[in-house]
């Protein structure tokens, strides 16, 4: 079965760079999340998308944007990357019907090192 | 963590016993998901459970939800080194919101 697939894998930057990472949903999800998890941490929420638009917000910093295109592949950019961006970027998705009353499927994560 | 707090933090035992972990929660919730993950790897779904639902089985695996108590349990029986792994709990509100919120997790460690 189609899962999650994230890419970069592994990404490594400068500081004050820039960084965009991809997420291709499994297909017919409608609903795409990201999430941040720090070495030891539990994952952040950071943002999510129904249907290509912007549907809840988490503790994502300024300097990040996200969209959902209309193939509803979704892109996390992140600007002025600090050290403390250092981390394993998670994005989700969930079938349709009212996305937050279902699973939600991981990808594998990709892994952002910022030096 | 915002939502979901587990017990213990981290869990050592022999393969073949079993192994709980426990998840509390602060606000009403629409449901509850079990995630896996080995280290620097990505969260494998295990089970969801309903706020209507009290258990759930899956294979070695046995969910309890106590929305009374705002807490859920996992049951592994008969643990293997390969479920040696961090555990997260996630749960979503009850409002129409697309946030699950993961608890700070169990780190379980199975001795062969």
């Known amino acids: 079965a189609a899962g999650v697939i994230q890419s970069p894998r592994h990404l490594i930057k400068e500081k004050r760079e820039t960084a965009t990472l991809k997420c291709y949903p499994i297909?017919?999800?409608?609903?795409v999340y990201w999430y941040q998890q720090g070495p030891g941490q539990d994952p952040q929420f950071l943002i999510s998308?129904?249907?290509?638009?912007?549907?809840d917000k988490g503790s994502i910093p300024d300097r990040f944007s996200a969209q959902q295109f209309s193939d509803y592949h979704s892109e996390l950019n992140m600007s002025s990357l600090e050290l403390g961006d250092s981390a394993l970027y998670f994005c989700?998705?969930?079938?349709?019907?009212?996305?937050?009353?279902?699973?939600?499927?991981f990808g594998e994560g990709s892994w952002l090192t910022v030096v | 963590s915002q939502q979901g707090e587990e017990d213990p933090q981290a869990l050592s035992i022999q393969e073949g016993e079993n192994a709980t972990m426990n998840c509390s929660y602060k606000?009403?919730?629409?449901?509850l998901q079990w995630y896996r993950q080995n280290s620097g790897r990505g969260l494998v779904h295990l089970i969801l459970?309903?706020?209507?639902?009290r258990e759930k089985h899956s294979g070695r695996l046995r969910v309890t939800l106590d929305t009374s108590k705002k807490s859920s349990s996992l049951l592994i029986t008969a643990s293997r080194a390969a479920d040696t792994a961090s555990y997260f709990c996630?749960?979503?509100?009850?409002?129409?919101?697309?946030?699950?919120?993961f608890g700070t997790g169990t780190r379980l460690k199975v001795l062969a």
């Open positions: 297909p017919r999800h409608d609903t």
């Open positions: 459970i309903r706020s209507n639902e």
């Open positions: 996630a749960t979503v509100l009850t409002s129409g919101t697309y946030k699950y919120i």
């Open positions: 989700a998705s969930s079938p349709m019907d009212r996305g937050y009353r279902n699973t939600i499927y």
């Open positions: 606000t009403s919730i629409n449901n």
């Open positions: 998308f129904y249907e290509k638009m912007q549907s």
